[in-house]
């Protein structure tokens, strides 16, 4: 396609000579950012093949020492030959910038440059596999031909960034036996055979054990001529057992061998590396838990577990849950790694995703990997969504952004991966992605350009699906009125960070907030009932509402209107930010602006270039009546109360004789696009440095007065929800009170329940509080406070019932099905209760509630319970 556009110029280094003739062979670029860049692209479009063209280009070879060979063409290539006489191996090109002057001295020392030249940038070509050429740019397009001397190539590669590659395929392991990291160590073990076999090859060699437990005479008898079959059944177990002991890996292939090595490795950069545990003390635990001293190893491993849990740090990374921790623990000649999470309950790595394990694995070469003579390398990673779930993959980002910071001792790197997935896409960075596109089999692969200001295509073909139908209301939201205020938001922050203009909490996350447009104000608050206020798991939700008079009736409604069942506003009043409320925090704002919108952050010189933007590119306006278009005009009818988007639309109407007007959403996209432009001018005019500077300061002030809220409405979001604090004080109190207890001790224990929910006005607090009020009144615990609570085991049922009465309050009926005897769903338990009184279910359904292993679901007995002297007992449902 390159050699068909004229509008291409040729390079000097797209020319091949070949039977005397030249042939001109374009290169394909693709821009690499200089921090991170996210390669997407349909299957069999080149991605991959790009991360091996990155390594061969700087070192000759790839990852697993592959060097250039005739397998690196593209198959519809030209030059991808079988005769002798005309194949040729592929070339490869890089350019290079932000050469030092100690690195410029040192290739020119290497290569026929000539020592005056100085030089920042360079353009390096690698052909015929182990051919170094350099070109220099010169004045007018041109470029300088320089070689590096023949000997001195591998020399050359020193003084290039390494390239090194996060392996995809290794998880931390769950158990690994100790003697096989003290072999790594001191390079050998003095231990039994037995102690370094995995966890599967001891249980075979007990079960072979038993073979001789079983028919001991069948091993010691004398041989004869004749062989039984039971004798070669011995010989069998002898042979399995020695081939065991002798060679534990016999049976490994050599990627199995591989895997084995690369999980000691991991395991001990996380133990020695991370958590900076002496070499030593693994020696010594080892010592310990061969002679079976279970005091001294008890305390070596709770030392571990502290230095992992203060050095790991991983909660940071992990978000979905903060408590996260894990654990190290010594069984049978082991070390087993278990998790802890929130719920304080200890799981092993089989019982949970196999995404936290390849999530941790990831985590831990990056936090431990040592660059050699701490040069900067290249990260390359192929698909590294492959085993992690969509909010782990959000969370790598924040490995990847680490890894190309230089905050820490480690020098900075550059980050390039592969993807297939849109959530391994930095929202806050869609100048970083490069999407690849394969056409049919004469076209090639070409780069698609300006993919981040359509974000319809070509993602929508790179990953088979519009990147946005995977967003959703999220676990934090910002409501907006509509798309002007989201095609704002998200393109002011991107540009301040693109920038570097603004710190993280002067800009939006958007990997972490998603901007939900309502269709305008009058929708927003039922928008946001829908989002919070049915369901006990309730996401946290801020809104940004203009200062007009749909803006003031939302808020209103927001913030004092009972919605649903419970007759509650739906946000507290510190989660709504009207753009008014921007002036007293320094924002300045027209005297006689009474109702400011978004577009009034947007300064008069900019707006106005936005205007004469899209009337060109949009409207076709003539030239000469787009000049109409003028600031004096705008800043008249600003100065007259107008609102920004108003007086620059009146302009656009009275700058033609023919209808013309100004589409909101597409003036907002022009205003990005005219700051993005000034910004990378540095001959700007001075008005217009102002005016940047104007629109920066104030999208900073509203990002941070947002983030203030956002950090509010997550901290109340994250709290300890009233479900797991009736849990946790349940607990202690049936821990003191197994067996039954005085009405005295029950009322000050559903006394502290009631103090411990004050501060809790969400949808669980109310229905628990209902329920409380329910055990008051059916166990009759206002009298005789000295005897004892009658049918203790039914009222600790009703009181473990507490906890989920939120949530049943918020299904809907049919998820209420009683499981019958059978184990079947069935409703006819449910057809005389009104569903529509969600305080008739909290008070009347007073009957046990209990979990099947069988379907999870929390289901109703709906049996009568036994009152005080009746002699009944329920039937309950216990699966």
Known sequence: MR???????????????????????????????PKITAVVGANESGKSHLLSAIEK????????????????????????????????????????????????????????????????????????????????????????FHQVNHQKVDEFR???????????????PSSIPIQKLVLKVKGETNCTRYEILSATQRQRVRKLLDEFYKNPENFIKSRNSYVSNEDNNSNNVIQELTSI?????????EEDRDRQEEEVNLTYNLLCKIAEVNDGFLIDLANSMEANDVGYTQA?????????????????????????????????????????????TKYSFEERSSGLKYFLSYFIQHRSYEPPDNVPEILLMDEPDAFLSSRAQ???????????????????????????????????????IRVLDKGSDYEGTRVVKSVSKNHYEPLRSAFGAFVAETVYISHCNLMVEGPVDQVLLAGASTYLRTFSIASKRESLDLNEITIVPAGGATNIPYLTYLARGRDSEQPAVIVLLDSDQEGNRAKQELTEKGYGLRKQPPLKKEFVLQVGDLASLGVDFPEKLSSPEVEDLIPIPISVMAAQKYALDVRGIRERDIRDITEDFVQQKVESGETMFDAVNACVKACSKDPHYLDKVGFARSVIEVVNLLSKN????????????????????????LDRRKSLAELERTRDKASQKVKDLEESFFSNHPNGANREDVVEFLEKLEALLLSDDNFDGDEIRKGI?????????????????????????????LKYLGKLASQDKQELGEINSDGNLTNSALENINLTDSSSVSSDMDNQVSSSSRDSKITDSRKPRTRKNENKVDTTTSQ
């Not at 910038?97 to 020592?115: G, L, N």
């Not at 997935?421 to 929202?427: N, V």
């Not at 008051?776 to 203790?792: A, H, K």
């Open 3 to 33: 050699q068909h556009d004229f509008r291409v110029q040729k390079k000097p280094w797209e020319i091949i000579k070949a039977d005397d003739t030249e042939m001109w062979y374009p290169y394909i670029q693709v821009p690499i950012d």
């Open 57 to 144: 280009a700087i070192t000759g070879c790839d990852y697993k020492d592959q060097p250039i060979s005739s397998r690196d063409f593209c198959r519809y290539s030209e030059r991808f030959l079988i005769t002798s006489d005309k194949n040729r191996l592929p070339d490869f090109g890089t350019e290079w910038s932000r050469v030092s002057q100690i690195e410029s001295k040192r290739i020119k020392a290497i290569s026929d440059i000539p020592p005056s030249r100085s030089f920042d940038r360079f353009f390096l070509f690698r052909t015929g596999g182990n051919i170094l050429n350099i070109y220099l740019p010169e004045e007018e397009g041109k470029y300088s």
């Open 158 to 172: 020193k003084i290039l960034p390494g390239t090194r590659r996060l392996k995809n395929n290794i998880a931390l």
């Open 245 to 253: 002991l002798s060679n534990p890996d016999s049976k490994l292939n």
């Open 300 to 344: 070596l491993v709770d030392k571990i577990n502290r230095q992992l849990s203060t050095n790991l740090n991983f909660p940071n990374y992990w978000v979905q849950d903060s408590k996260f921790r894990l654990l190290m623990s010594t069984k049978d000649h082991n070390l087993e790694f278990t998790i802890v999470d929130r719920t304080g």
């Open 394 to 432: 959000q969370d790598m980002l924040k490995i990847f952004e680490e890894v190309v910071s230089s905050e820490d001792i480690k020098p900075a790197s550059q980050v390039v991966y592969v993807t297939h997935s849109p959530f391994l896409i930095d929202k806050n960075h869609a100048q970083r």
């Open 682 to 705: 540095n001959n700007r005019e001075q008005k217009y440095t102002e005016a940047l500077e104007k629109f920066e300061s104030s999208f900073k002030i509203l990002f941070r007065e």
């Open 773 to 801: 009020g329910s055990i008051r009144n059916d166990y009759n615990l206002q009298t005789n406070l000295g005897e004892r609570v009658d049918n203790y085991e039914q009222f600790k049922r009703d009181v473990q019932r």
